[in-house]
């Protein structure tokens, strides 16, 4: 399909969106790192809705209940929560959380959230207090390099976390209480990123497979098998994240080289 810009007339520099979210209403809310920004586009009509200046560079976001969003601010060890009202973004808190965090998500009453420095995952309740917290090392083995992208999906009457890891090239799966379910390993996955959840137990997930290549895979998480979508054909250069719209059956995905100002999208089928 028709690829989306992204671009603004405001920007200084090429976009680099290093996470997004499709809202209600099948709108995609996108961090553009290098922009120091948020911003809201239509994919219906390929337009930029609205940008919001953020206080440092964001790098990952997760959609909150109540039209709001969380960004993560390294650079300044916080989270910065968003309004999202009208078609347009506005500031609403800063959660202080001691140091830079490199992934984020929402489970519950809590914010999850991955550390790499020391490498963990932690349960954050919205006043920056820490309620649970999981270390690296686990019977063993490392769970954990580089926890940047989290995924949080229904299975059953509870919810589950995903977590991608491209130190361990792995995908853990957590329950809500951060107890450890599952690992998954694969040799299609070399340096797996950004990763949303599809019905049926998969999971689609980006894979960096060297320095101008990326892949978007499929995780059947019942069978462990990976199959792959896109890759070297469509030309996917450096792709770090991945977004669904179930309502219209489209995949959107970045390109942080090549095609950095645009999200690029794909009719796809169940």
């Known amino acids: 399909m028709a690829d989306i810009n992204v671009k603004s007339a405001t920007d200084r520099l ?54 709001r969003a969380a960004v993560i601010i390294p650079g300044k060890s916080v989270i910065q929560t968003i309004s999202i009202t009208m078609k347009k973004l506005s500031l609403q808190d800063v959660i202080n959380i001691g140091h830079a965090c490199c992934g984020i998500n929402n489970v519950n009453d809590y914010f999850v959230v991955g550390f790499d420095n020391p490498a963990k995952v932690v349960l954050i309740d919205k006043k920056g207090k820490v309620y649970k917290s999981i270390i690296a090392e686990f019977k063993n083995h490392t769970l954990f ?82 199959t792959s979508l896109l890759g070297q054909k469509e030309n996917l250069c450096c792709t770090f994240c991945v977004a669904v719209s179930h309502t219209l059956g489209t995949v959107y995905v970045t390109d942080y080289l090549k095609r950095c100002d645009v999200i690029r999208q794909y009719k796809f089928k169940y």
């Open 14 to 67: 090429d976009c680099n969106i290093t996470d997004m979210a499709v809202l209600p209403g099948d709108l995609l809310l996108l961090a553009d790192f290098r922009n120091q920004s948020v911003k809201l586009a239509d994919p219906a009509s390929g337009l930029l809705l609205d940008q919001l200046r953020l206080p440092g560079q964001p790098s990952r976001l997760c959609l909150l209940p109540g039209d």
């Open 145 to 226: 390099k580089h926890p940047t992208y989290i995924c949080v999906t229904n299975e059953n009457t509870s919810k589950v976390i995903y977590i991608s890891d491209q130190g361990t090239k792995t995908i853990t799966r957590l329950s809500e209480e951060l107890q450890v379910m599952q690992t998954f390993t694969d040799p299609a996955l070399q340096d797996p990123r950004g990763l949303v959840s599809l019905v049926g137990g998969q999971l689609l997930v980006v894979d960096n497979v060297g320095s101008s290549t990326s892949t978007l895979n499929v995780l059947d998480v019942t069978t462990g098998q990976v």
